[in-house]
């Protein structure tokens, strides 16, 4: 560890070497200005990153006292409803737009011509999001009720309130860890718009590359699998009369239209939509759980079947048990049973994969924990009073997800098309960012694209959208019980970013930020950072400089994090094992893998 705390936190200024990134050769011995680097040069040290952004930190503060204390004071309506008041997107786009000089910024040679103004005016351009329109982007991201009641029939009452309480609240820590992070690094000069910047930043280029796999992995995955998920709900709602292909591709084609909203803060409106679809569900479901019987006849998939078939077997005459509660584990006997509702509870918060590139749209980041713990909040009550709620009503019969265990059709069926449509809006969030590593990291770096706030930008954007969402139809088509398939992918990727990586991430930060001292840091006269030590000297300095006790904190975290992503790939992989054990179809054909009358 000390290696490895040794490389990330080298304090040295490999800047003074003959390395010179894109531009060796051109002269450019000491100083070189922002726009002269490469995307992601591995001279620039943490100090300047930290020097800028504290730059661009007190700047925003400037101008929101600003227009705190002007006219453009935004007022309810506009917190509500993302792009009401004064001052609308478009014209933000367009103020810092007509400063951009009319050159592709990621072509290294002509950026030379580039002054720093039009530089950070370039960055400006693309932070147009509200704090309204964050907090609707991170609860249609995260909020996803529909199997909590199936999380609390396998842990019982106590357990269930325990998990979703405490990792609620991590959840929100972990938000909390990667916006400190966000803050000491982004400025208008080096902006932050992807997970893995942050990871480059502090550990390097090894740690940019597995977090932008990783991100990339989960993000194209979750878009198939919501493909798959309502391809298969479109079946079942057309009774399974509609090939099982069309019902899927129907929504990959949807995307294709869905996907071309480019900006986040645009992206708001239909974020607010989403998450007034999914209280409808929930309202619907519980007003017709409270008047009806649950649907026994699904008592198969049941969250009492999984636990233990005795508690959903009818007996010889046919009459199905009671609906019983449990206030701790229904069976401490099934292990399995047990850790698969303390995934539920892990899965119900994971959305901090997105968070930084919430961040980097944001005008004024400082925000975002407004919009996160109001998020976190809003989502946390919805969880306990549905989950309870559906769980008090129908025990151990509830369905995953509880729209489909309600016995009358009709309100079945309602729940499942309010259900698709919710659906595709976030899938069509996690393409907007998956496009945007892809293009930030790969396009922008390799081939020279030019920034999205370009013409050509934007064209590209719109041929990209088709493009990606085509390769998540083909993976999720491709792959049988995609569904099951995913679980995997979910305790290697979700756990990680909500997890894992924040407490990992922040410990560097926190380490590299406690060790400056006084007359130490980066001088932007010479473009030098002065540092009195270095290696393992300054990393233990650094460890219990300040707040040491909230690096001890991360550590714990870290591991309990790595333990609990162990456990979800073991229930993952035995659910796998259960699944395949039977052939299982693809989307590829016209035969619905629900329609078991065949």
């Not at 699904?298 to 048990?321: I, Q, R």
């Not at 892809?438 to 770096?445: P, S």
């Not at 139809?473 to 990586?501: E, M, N, R």
């Not at 707040?547 to 073991?570: C, D, S």
Request: proline share 5%; net charge neutral.
């Amino acid at each position: 560890m000390a290696q490895l705390g040794a490389m990330a936190l080298d304090g040295g200024d490999p800047r003074l070497s003959n390395k010179e990134g894109e531009f060796a050769g051109q002269g450019i011995v000491a100083y070189t200005r922002p726009q002269m680097r490469a995307l992601h040069d591995k001279s620039i040290t943490f100090e300047e990153y930290h020097y800028f952004a504290l730059q661009s930190r007190a700047e925003e503060d400037s101008n929101h006292r600003m227009v705190k204390n002007g006219s453009e004071t935004r007022g309810f309506l506009s917190t509500i409803i993302p792009g009401k008041g004064p001052s609308s997107v478009e014209s933000d786009e367009n103020r810092h737009g007509s400063m951009i000089p009319p050159v592709n910024l990621s072509v290294p040679d002509r950026r030379a011509s580039v002054t720093d103004e039009e530089w950070t005016n370039a960055s400006r351009a693309i932070r147009t999001a509200t704090v309204g329109a964050i907090f609707y982007l991170i609860t249609t991201d995260i909020l996803g009720p529909f199997g909590l009641p199936y999380a609390f029939a396998t842990t019982g009452w106590g357990p269930g309130v325990a998990l979703y309480t405490v990792f609620g609240f991590l959840a929100g820590v972990s938000g909390w860890l990667l916006w400190e992070c966000f803050m000491g690094l982004d400025s208008y000069q080096y902006p932050v718009k992807s997970y893995g910047d942050m990871a480059f930043r502090l550990y390097g280029q090894w740690a940019r590359y597995m977090f932008n796999i990783l991100q990339t992995i989960q993000l194209i995955c979750s878009v198939a699998a919501i493909i798959i998920s309502n391809g298969e709900a479109l079946s079942e709602a057309s009774k399974f009369k509609l090939c099982y292909a069309i019902c899927c591709l129907v929504w990959a084609l949807a995307g294709f239209f869905l996907g071309q909203i480019r900006t986040l803060q645009k992206f708001g409106w239909l974020a607010n939509f989403a998450i007034w679809i999914n209280l409808m569900i929930m309202f619907i479901t519980m007003g017709v759980a409270a008047h009806s019987l649950p649907l026994y006849s699904a008592s198969g998939s049941s969250a009492g079947y999984s636990v233990n078939p005795d508690l959903v077997t009818p007996n010889a005459a046919g009459v199905y048990p009671a609906v019983t509660h449990s206030a701790g584990l229904p069976d401490p006997s099934n292990f399995g049973s047990a850790i698969n509702g303390l995934m539920q509870a892990v899965y119900a918060y994971g959305g901090a994969m997105l968070f930084t590139e919430f961040m980097a749209e944001m005008k004024r980041p400082h925000d975002f924990l407004k919009s996160m713990w109001g998020a976190q909040i809003f989502i946390y009550i919805c969880y306990m009073l549905y989950g309870l709620f559906m769980y008090g009503y129908q025990g151990q019969y509830v369905q995953n997800p509880t729209y489909l265990g309600i016995a009358p059709y009709n309100w079945q069926t309602a729940g499942n098309v309010l259900a698709m449509v919710s659906a595709l809006i976030a899938a069509a969030l996690y393409g907007n960012i998956g496009v945007k590593v892809l293009y930030n990291n790969i396009a922008v770096e390799f081939f020279r694209a030019p920034p999205l706030t370009d013409k050509t930008g934007k064209l590209l954007w719109a041929a990209l959208i088709p493009i990606y969402w085509s390769i998540a139809f083909i993976i999720g088509a491709a792959v049988p019980d995609f569904s099951g398939f995913i679980s995997i992918i979910s305790a290697l990727c979700i756990i990680q970013f909500t997890y894992s990586f924040p407490p990992f991430l922040h410990i560097a930060f926190n380490i590299k930020r406690n060790a400056l001292r006084g007359g130490e840091g980066f001088d932007p006269a010479t473009g030098q950072v002065s540092l009195q030590d270095r290696g393992v000297k300054r990393l233990m300095r650094g460890f219990m400089a300040g707040n040491w006790y909230l690096n001890v904190w991360n550590i714990f975290y870290l591991l309990g994090a790595l333990v609990t992503a162990g456990l979800g790939m073991w229930a993952a992989v035995e659910n796998l094992i259960l699944i395949y054990a039977e052939p299982q179809l693809n989307a590829f054909g016209c035969h619905s893998p629900l329609d078991v009358s065949s």
